[in-house]
């Protein structure tokens, strides 16, 4: 990612502006003050800079929990904070050229907002999961103008690199999100979804608790596929594929179908290596057989007005609170100006949010937007308002 390393962090005076870019308030680490965090706002995104100084080297970079789906973005905020500040670059892998003719004018990235305001419900929708080079989304979204095509990636070089192709291709039937998708099938409404694919999926046999397949996964899967609607696992590690077999058939009731080394229209350029490789290839597919009911989630993300005192909230930190089926773990702590920030991971286990909540004398409000709208996390708001009233 994008980073410049520097002699020595000078802070400008917030709010200012320079090139486009927006500095709206720097945040200390209360626990490290070689660690900071400036708001940035570009093109309608917000997202954070982190400044890490240390004994041989300091360091200005994006901040990985916010920041934005463009690298360009990233590129031009940094390439202002320095010149703003004047800052003595030492070494620098940050671009300062114009974005890519494709991307200008690019409609098909879209925020979680979008599909959680207003999902489009127009035609059938397709989601794939971890699209990589986005070669078989690229491919399915070219040959089937009737269906909308979602994809959902969080590495920003694959992200444009599909972008481009959008544009070039001038497809009009696929949207990009930068978001987890474990996360975002929670909103997903019922009985919509043609197709969902995930295509050679990090496999984490040492973090089994990220993997995409779950229970939970099937099961929202299970609610936003229509009847005969299917989910279609694709993988190279047996390990994963056993994993996965066992989670679907554990359902009461399943209909699978497996395959081995099955040849499809499309393939990655990692499947292109492994077939060379001789490496094997399963294919474990769901086929959903029942309506599901409408999807409704009741509640919302306001803070009562009452709080408790700056300095009894700053003794959260590093601490957990459980409840039945979550949690919310304050991570780090922060001064600003006006008020404190906290940096918290919150709701289901297997699936939690991270972000921000800012807290200032008459306000408290989470950065940079709001959690996804699940029952989960509606459930770890409650308790989290609760715990600032003390």
């Known amino acids: 990612m994008p980073h410049l390393h520097i002699e020595k962090f000078n802070e400008i005076s917030f709010p200012s502006e320079h090139n486009g870019v927006s500095f709206n308030f720097i945040a200390t680490n209360v626990n490290n003050d070689k660690e900071k965090l400036i708001a940035v706002s570009f093109e309608e995104e917000d997202f954070f800079l982190l ?7 300091n360091l200005l970079k994006t901040d990985k929990l916010t920041r934005p789906a463009s690298i360009h973005n990233v590129h031009r905020a940094l ?8 800052l003595n670059v030492l070494a620098s892998n940050v671009l300062s050229g114009q974005k890519n003719i494709h991307l200008e004018e690019v409609t098909a990235l879209k925020k979680i ?16 999961v971890g699209f990589g080079s986005g070669r078989h989304l690229l491919h399915q979204a070219a040959n089937n103008k009737d269906i909308l095509f979602i994809g959902i990636e969080i590495h920003r070089p694959s992200i444009e690199q599909v972008l481009k192709q959008v544009s070039i291709q001038n497809l009009d039937n696929l949207l990009v999100l930068d978001y987890d998708a474990r996360l975002f099938m929670e909103l997903v409404p019922s009985n919509l979804v043609g197709k969902v694919y995930v295509h050679f999926p990090v496999p984490w046999d040492k973090k089994p608790h990220r993997r995409v397949i779950s229970t939970s996964f099937i099961e929202e899967c299970r609610r936003a596929l229509k009847v005969d609607g299917q989910l279609e696992l694709r993988t190279d590690s047996e390990n994963y594929y056993a994993y996965s077999y066992e989670t679907f058939i ?11 080394n099955k040849d499809i ?29 409408a999807l409704y989630i009741e509640g919302n993300f ?13 003794k959260l930190h590093k601490t957990t609170n459980r409840f039945e089926g979550g949690f919310i ?28 909540l800012i807290i200032k004398e008459n306000s408290v409000s989470y950065y940079p937007e709001l959690p996804l709208k699940s029952k989960s996390n509606l459930e770890a708001h409650k308790i989290l308002d609760g715990i600032l009233n003390g």
Do not use: C, Q
């Open 51 to 57: 400044v890490k100084e240390e004994e041989n080297r």
């Open 79 to 86: 390439s202002a904070y320095a010149n703003l500040a004047e």
């Open 113 to 128: 907002e979008y599909f959680a305001n207003d999902f489009p419900t127009g035609r059938e929708v397709r989601i794939e």
């Open 250 to 260: 554990a359902f009461n009731k399943t209909v699978l179908h497996i395959n081995k």
């Open 265 to 293: 229209a499309i393939v990655s350029k990692y499947e292109d290596r492994w077939r060379k490789m001789e490496k094997n290839i399963y294919d474990v597919t769901m086929i959903n057989e029942e309506d599901s009911e």
């Open 302 to 314: 306001e803070f009562s007005k009452g709080k408790s005192s700056f300095e009894e909230i700053l």
């Open 329 to 356: 773990h304050f991570e780090r702590a922060f001064k600003m100006d006006d008020g404190i920030m906290l940096r918290l991971s919150m709701g289901s286990y297997d699936r939690p949010e991270h972000l921000y």
